[in-house]
C-alpha cells in the first residue's frame, strides 16, 4: 500500500513537526518529524534506527509536556519513514476533566 492512498484528506507539513514516539509500557522513545497527518493516521521521518523495538502500537506525544498524544499503529514501513494508524479511543473523558483541559 503506497503512502498516498489515505482513507481521510491529509496535511503535508512542508519543514515536518518534531514529535516523539513512546512505546506503550515506556521502555524506548523515538524522535521523530511528522511530515503529513489526516484524520486517520500520519506518516513520520525517524531519525534513529526502530530494529529491535515492538512498534505494532505506541504513543505519539504531540506536544512537549505529553497533554497531546495519540495512541497509533504501525502500518507500514518504508526507509526511514513510517506510516501510522491512529486508534481511536472508545473511553470518554469526564466532563470536570475536560473544562480543566480548556483553561
Do not use: H
Not at 78 to 94: C, H, L, M, N, Y
Amino acid at each position: 500500500m503506497a503512502f498516498g492512498k489515505r482513507k481521510s484528506e491529509r496535511v503535508v507539513f512542508a519543514r515536518g513537526i518534531p514529535v516523539r514516539m513512546v512505546s506503550i509500557d515506556g521502555t524506548w522513545t523515538r524522535n521523530c518529524l511528522m511530515v503529513d497527518a489526516s484524520n486517520t493516521g500520519a506518516r513520520l521521518t525517524v531519525g534513529e534506527s526502530l530494529a529491535g523495538l515492538d512498534i505494532k502500537e505506541f504513543f505519539l506525544l504531540l506536544s512537549t509536556t505529553g497533554l497531546a498524544y495519540r495512541r497509533c499503529r504501525m502500518v507500514r514501513l518504508a526507509g526511514d519513514q513510517i506510516g501510522i494508524e491512529f486508534i481511536s479511543s472508545t473511553r470518554t473523558v469526564p466532563k470536570i476533566a475536560a473544562a480543566r483541559l480548556t483553561v
